[in-house]
């Protein structure tokens, strides 16, 4: 299997919103399509909290990435008309530098010696990839999907005149309690888990039971109920497929799906990264930019033309959060097209609903 | 601090609908009002998973019960006119047998050797009660709560001519696979936690972590984002509140609220006994009583008159299954009044909106 990633290395050092600073630090990042000369054809996408950057197969890592039917020639992100980027967050473990890096200074992991993270961090350094790294002035649009969403947002407020359309997808412009309660749950079951250890876990003793419950509450909560009706109903597992001898062992299907998810994150990511991304979601709030008022935040990112699109089956990021952005860019002056979909998949309905996302997708970038 | 407990010994050896028995057991209730003497004045209260009988104050304990606004003279549930009686699930450790309990054959707590318990067990229990225990021959109105409502389902089907109408609220006809995956993840929560040990703890090592994690889960599904974006918005706790030297502490109002709740139920709920009606209620399927079909199953029931609530906010127990429980009583022969309230407290709704079911519930009971 070939690696696509790309490396930038960031300023250094590397000033962090809330203090502390990072030194050698680099972000990692793939492209799709070639880059105009007049190097106006290009779309940056952030992404959610634990997707990598090979968000689609390419020459060096054919492997399906995490949005494969959105990029590509002929796709909604047309790669024979687009240069496509997608950076990996700064903090998260899939190539950029976060927690499980080496800190230069120490000669070991940061661990919980990494400064506090927050999604404008995120931000800047995906805008040092861009200018600095790929020369890129303006960006023709800036996508952004789940927290990537909201790392969008601040790009486009930390660095006004860098983009020139902005295309929102499933996100919000602070977090609300409800997710709040979500993710400090999450983050609750990994701190609870004694592997965790304070953060000194290592690979004999990994907290693998709280990074199963966390990512099992967050599957639950990026799907919708509605969806699990039709999908999973009250379909009880085959004898083969149970737990025999396991008291209050899982006995219906939705629950060895939510288990294979579980399975499949667990060990591929990151614990103490996940802490920081959590948290940084927590803290993202555009009130904070616009004296406690998040319209008065928005009012302040300048963009020519914005597609905002949500799921009304989404819990997470409900579908108010969204329209919010909708009218506050709108507000700014940005002519705005809001999508509201009825998907059942809730919010990970953009990385299912392929036929919904492609058409507003493709259908607003075909009249850039 | 009284105790206004009663206990009914159950039938012995009380038969369990899948399999195994119990010799000695024993249901705990509490009543308020007078029983007339035509023995025709009785409601019966079926309670949620954690609830106890204490509904309400009364002579013997006058702290508050979980429906004080609700139960009294005067009140909705109006013990002027009313016989109530609420009765504790069997498998309850509110002072019913329950996997805490000593099983007679051994000399020890049942532990997990206690037979597999399903609401249709908590239902013919709570018969019993009332007509062994109380000599009451039919119910003028038989109210089931949450996973009570499950279980007044199940003594309805299973006690033909013993209920002449029925209050069913914030409940479903089968749990669904959203309920189901929460209630997986909060008895895994239990599990994981090295202090349940296989269903051995003791005072000394308690698995209190798994229970916290599963009471915040509860709490999260049992309320609603939009009454939270009103009550917690993104309000930080004050410095003091913080714990400071706690990496990734609580922060947020709403954080703190939920710890709240975790150490308030704590120790104070058996974990092996929740683990068993968590279980039961994932078991519920009125389904299996109409030979795979819900509706088929609600028709075997025959009431007069019933009331069915719901709240639109309720994401545990959505509106629709409300519906369902209505339109299915109804093509039984029942006339049946359906409220869809808008309370934006979600499935708790009915212990906090209490205006809202005072008014539906009195309304109800005060034409019969």
Known sequence: ??????????SSPFRMKRGGELHGACVAYETWGTLAAAGDNAILILTGLSPSAHAASNDEDPTPGWWQEMIGPGKAFDT??????????????????????????????????????S???????????????????RLACLVG???????????????????????????????????????????EAIRLDPHWNGGNYDDEAWPEHGMSIARKLGVITYRSAMEWNGRFARIRLDAEQREEN???????????YLEGHARRFNRRFDPNSYLYLSRASDWFDMAEHGEG??????????????????????????????????????????AVEFVALDSPQGHDAFLVDIASYSQAIGGFLATL
Chains 1, 2 share one sequence.
């Open 80 to 117: 024979n008309r687009w240069f496509v980027v997608c950076v990996n967050s700064l903090g998260s473990d899939k190539g950029s530098t976060c927690p499980a890096s080496i800190d230069p200074a120490s000669g070991q992991p940061y661990r919980l010696t990494f400064p506090e993270l």
């Open 246 to 256: 396991e008291p209050f062992g899982f006995e219906f299907q939705v629950e060895s």
């Open 293 to 334: 008022d998040v319209m008065r935040g928005l009012a302040r990112i300048h963009v020519q033309r914005a597609l905002v699109i949500g799921v009304s089956t989404d819990i997470l990021f409900p579908l108010e959060q969204q329209e919010t952005i909708a009218r506050g860019l709108e507000a700014a002056g940005a």
């Open 119 to 137: 999604l404008e961090d995120v931000a800047n350094a995906a805008h040092e990839v861009v200018v600095a790294g790929l020369g890129i002035e």
């Open 1 to 10: 299997m070939g690696d696509a990633r790309r490396y930038h290395a960031l």
């Open 145 to 187: 999907c789940s927290m990537g969403g909201m790392s969008a947002l601040a790009f486009m407020l930390l660095h006004p005149g860098t983009v020139r359309t902005h295309i929102s997808v499933d996100t919000a412009p602070q977090a609300q309690p409800f997710a709040i309660a979500i993710r400090s749950l999450q983050r």
